[in-house]
């Protein structure tokens, strides 16, 4: 079996990607990324994760907070407090 075919934990995910634990968490739950649930914990096929970003999946607004400020499409320069 390819070393890339094993299932992947949460972070190693997150490490694959230089993303947090709960950056993984927040793709799951409002961006769907493809993931299986066994058990208690989450696993992962690279490939198909991998796919998932290269089609744009991470990208993909699903809340307000992710939008620039004054609602405009394109580049923007998000406020931090």
């Given at each position: 079996?390819?070393?890339?075919?094993?299932?992947?934990?949460?972070?190693?995910?997150?490490?694959?990607?230089?993303?947090?634990?709960?950056?993984?968490?927040?793709?799951?739950?409002?961006?769907?990324?493809?993931?299986?649930?066994?058990?208690?914990f989450?696993?992962?096929?690279?490939?198909?994760?991998?796919?998932?970003?290269r089609?744009?999946?991470?990208?993909?607004?699903?809340?307000?907070?992710?939008?620039?400020?004054?609602?405009?499409?394109?580049?923007?320069?998000?406020?931090?407090?």
């Amino acid at each position: 079996m390819p070393a890339d075919d094993r299932w992947f934990s949460v972070d190693e995910i997150a490490e694959h990607f230089g993303v947090s634990k709960d950056t993984v968490y927040a793709w799951l739950t409002a961006k769907g990324m493809p993931g299986h649930r066994v058990g208690r914990f989450w696993k992962f096929k690279k490939d198909e994760v991998d796919e998932w970003i290269r089609a744009g999946g991470a990208a993909a607004s699903t809340t307000e907070n992710d939008s620039p400020p004054g609602g405009e499409h394109g580049a923007g320069v998000r406020k931090t407090q």
